[in-house]
Structures are given as structure tokens and as C-alpha cells.
């Protein structure tokens, strides 16, 4: 969480108090989390909802963001679960098509024998290719998760993210369509390998005031 709290320090730091533009979005997306301890796939799908605001400083965009839903199970084992998650985030351009991104994140996963807090910090990076006249653009987002602890288990050996879509916009609006993608390995424990997995479907809809 350091290396993104620094990030995101470093981003303030670095334009006018004053923001250039203020953004406001909406996101549906339809989840599905799986998890493999080595006693099978637990399958939860469902819709999660969320809500976003952000703005500009110079060539640095700020994100706060939340998100929740209920996840219903979808294998022969597991539970139900609740998910909440809190985020911030800080991209600088570094060119107008690339972007460097720092990001801090804590979720929840409730069910009804336990319940479980993440907390992520997250390095990467985003792309965007414009075309038609520059109002859609093509995103590909990727990212490193170097610090995730999880209640209960061991951290990650490997912690990734990756989001490819595209984004076109109308007027002072604009709408989006990805396909996001999360992975955690974890270290074995008892002989038995452990990986979660949580990809999702989004449709963002932004106002930009």
C-alpha cells in the first residue's frame, strides 16, 4: 500500500490545486470470481454496481471510486458472497496516448461462515489508440500488484490486472465497454496450491460537468 499511497502523493503534488475537469461515472458490470484451494472451482457470478469521481490536474487524472454487489453461486460448492471495494487511483499522462498508473484498493468478500478483507496496491500502466476522428478510442490497461494482503492466507506469489475495451464519446458524455481481468497466485499451503481469479464485463457510462 506504500507504493501506491506515494504514487498517488506524488500525483497531487505535481499540478494546481484547482482541477481542470471533473468527471462523474457510473459503471453495471456482470462478475465472475473463482477460486481453486485444490478441492475443486468455487464459482460466484453476478451484477456488481459502482460509482466514480474524478478530475484533472494538468496531465495527471485523480480517481476515487466504490463498488459492490452480491455474487451468486454457480458450482456444487461454496458460498454466496457480498463484495464491497473502496479505490483510488492517479494516471499521468506521459504522453497523450500513454499513461503511468499508481492505485490503492481495499475490498470485501462476505459470505455467510466468514468474511474476508483485501487490501491492494497497484502499478501499471494504460493505452489509448483514437479513432474516428478521435471521439472512440481502444484502451488496454495492465498492471502489478506488488503488495495484497489477504485476511487469513499467505500474500500472492503473483498478483496481475488487465482491462482491454474501447471508450467513445458524445457531446460532455461518454461510454465505455470492457473486459476486465484480475489473477492471484498463492503460495501452497499443505501440499495445496491456492488461486483467485475475478474477471468482469463493464458498461461505464461519464458526465463531464
Not at 453495471?28 to 457470478?45: C, K, N, P, Y
Not at 476522428?133 to 488487465?162: D, E, H, Q
Amino acid at each position: 500500500m506504500k507504493v501506491a499511497a506515494v504514487t498517488l502523493g506524488l500525483a497531487l503534488a505535481a499540478g494546481p490545486v484547482t482541477a481542470q475537469r471533473v468527471t462523474l461515472a457510473g459503471s453495471l458490470s456482470f462478475a465472475e470470481h473463482r477460486v481453486d484451494a485444490g478441492f475443486g472451482i468455487e464459482r460466484t457470478a453476478g451484477l456488481i454496481g459502482g460509482a466514480a469521481l474524478g478530475g484533472r490536474v494538468g496531465s495527471i487524472d485523480l480517481q476515487a471510486h466504490v463498488r459492490t454487489g452480491r455474487l451468486l453461486l454457480r458450482s456444487a460448492t461454496g458460498n454466496d458472497l457480498e463484495m464491497a471495494e473502496l479505490g483510488l487511483a492517479a494516471s499521468w499522462w506521459w504522453r497523450p496516448w500513454i499513461a503511468l498508473r499508481g492505485a490503492a484498493l481495499v475490498r470485501g468478500y462476505s459470505a455467510d461462515v466468514a468474511r474476508q478483507r483485501w487490501r491492494m496496491a497497484e502499478l501499471g500502466a494504460e493505452l489509448r489508440v483514437p479513432f474516428a476522428g478521435n471521439r472512440a478510442r481502444g484502451i488496454v490497461r495492465g498492471g502489478w500488484r506488488p503488495a495484497v494482503t489477504v485476511s487469513g492466507l499467505s500474500r500472492p506469489n503473483t498478483a496481475f490486472v488487465a482491462a482491454a475495451g474501447t471508450e467513445y464519446d458524445v457531446s460532455r458524455f461518454s461510454f465505455a465497454v470492457l473486459y476486465e481481468l484480475e489473477r492471484y497466485d498463492f503460495p501452497p499451503q499443505a501440499g495445496m496450491k491456492r488461486f483467485e481469479q475475478l474477471s468482469a464485463l463493464t458498461v461505464q457510462g461519464a458526465v463531464h460537468p
